[in-house]
């Protein structure tokens, strides 16, 4: 007697080999011979799956969910969000319209730093009431795993709440939320012209009173110019290393600047952005096996003209995340769908590597292995989709679709459809 057993349904397993994967006996998702697929779940993880025909005799589960031959994914992982801040910035997103640069923007306090005051200046209940409707808006969209990161609050008070608010998301509402620590956003308004004095107050202070009270899965940093450099971002990398926690790192965004063969050296978890990635770049994550995190919500808000470079990357066998970067500057996006299709229309992926990067390798960036795909022993995270292929969930702007998540084997069913 299973806990949960989903019958008729098109599984989109996303496990390697073809483009959507292939459950055992019913052929490649998507292929017109392909058969209806069962998925049964026992203790929060998948216990089998196959052909609905092929179902061993006297199945039975507490639960049966008859999908009447909808698409079945893996729960949707949006590994890169900033999704934890107060305030707006559509008004510099206008000055931007105008003409004005991310960086003259953030030169005149605007940009990072005017959601810093914003966050600075709300209380935990503040912070978790305007934080919470934007994960439900990805929840809603059918992602069970979501990364959250500080940044927004540069002193050890405010970086530790952000935390604090996305461990307590994670605990109130039915989704995984892992945790980065992104102090090295910004170099604060106490620090201005001092950014080595703020990353030793980083690595020496702040970092490790928030490993000491676990609030931080990994560690990130912005490594540009007018953010931290690369030697202030390897400092930062040994404190991680100290409290071992992997990195990460927003790399090669607005120039090359060597970020990613950073990270892959330290052997990180991705390097995300990447627009302008070198060829030893894309090599050096190539070597690793770092993620290559793409935003293409960002590149399309920032009106980039640059895209990463796709093509190398994919030549080089780099794997491929896709996420949403929600944030209040760069990349107002909700819908983790709606970034498969952009990182498709703008970046140049097929939507078979669109979905692959928002499940099996959006886990891997996220260092989780125990998720990301449909097979035996995984955990029992999915996505139910009043949909038929797998190729109309990217392939389509923003049209609602999801009719059920189940998360380690909990079943929540979407409002209307
Ligand atoms: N790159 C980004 O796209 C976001 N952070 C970063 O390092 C932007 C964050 C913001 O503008 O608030
Ligand atoms: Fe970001």
Not at 47 to 68: F, H, I, N, S
Not at 119 to 148: H, I, Q, Y
Not at 381 to 393: C, R
Request: a neutral charge; hydrophobic letters at 45%; charged letters at 20%.
């Amino acid at each position: 007697m299973w806990d949960l057993l989903v019958r008729r349904a098109r599984l989109a397993t996303m496990t390697p080999g073809a483009p959507y994967g292939e459950a055992p006996g019913v052929g490649p998702c998507g292929a017109s011979g392909a058969r209806l697929g069962a998925l049964a779940v026992e203790g929060g993880r998948i216990a089998w799956l196959g052909a609905d025909a092929d179902l061993p005799a006297g199945a039975a589960a507490r639960l049966e969910l008859d999908a009447e031959g909808r698409l079945l994914t893996p729960g949707l992982v949006d590994a890169h969000t900033h999704l934890v801040h107060a305030g707006s910035r559509a008004v510099e997103w206008g000055e931007r319209l105008a003409g004005a640069t991310y960086e003259e923007v953030a030169a005149r306090g605007g940009g990072i730093l005017s959601t810093v005051r914003a966050t600075r200046a709300a209380g935990f209940e503040r912070l978790l009431a305007e934080s919470r409707p934007r994960l439900a808006a990805l929840m809603a969209d059918g992602v069970t795993t979501v990364e959250v990161k500080s940044g927004y609050g540069l002193d050890l008070e405010t970086e530790a709440r952000m935390l604090e608010v996305a461990r307590a998301l994670g605990e109130r509402l039915p989704v995984t939320v892992r945790t980065t620590f992104l102090g090295a956003h910004s170099v604060p308004p106490e620090f201005a012209g001092r950014a080595d004095a703020y990353v030793e107050e980083l690595t020496g202070r702040i970092l490790p009173a928030v490993a000491a009270r676990g609030l931080a899965d990994a560690v990130d940093a912005y490594c540009e110019p007018h953010a931290f450099s690369l030697a202030q971002v390897e400092r930062l990398f040994d404190a991680a290393a100290r409290h071992g926690l992997p990195v990460k790192l927003h790399a090669e965004q607005r120039s090359d600047s060597g970020g990613a063969a950073l990270v892959a050296a330290r052997r990180g978890l991705s390097a995300d952005h990447l627009e302008h990635l070198s060829p030893a770049g894309v090599q050096a994550l190539a070597a690793a096996g770092t993620v290559a995190v793409l935003l293409p919500g960002a590149y399309l808000h920032l009106r980039e003209t640059r895209p990463p470079p796709v093509a190398a990357l994919r030549a080089a066998g780099v794997p491929l995340a896709v996420a949403t970067d929600l944030n209040p500057g760069t990349s107002p996006l909700g819908s983790l769908t709606l970034a498969m299709n952009l990182a498709c229309t703008l970046l140049g992926l097929d939507p078979a590597e669109a979905l692959a990067g928002t499940t099996r390798v959006g886990a891997r960036a996220l260092g989780l292995h125990d998720r990301g795909a449909l097979a035996a022993g995984l955990r029992a995270d999915l996505a139910l989709w009043s949909l038929e292929h797998p190729a109309e969930l990217v392939g389509r702007l923003a049209l609602p679709a999801l009719a059920t998540r189940v998360v380690a084997g909990a079943v929540h069913h979407a409002p209307t459809r």
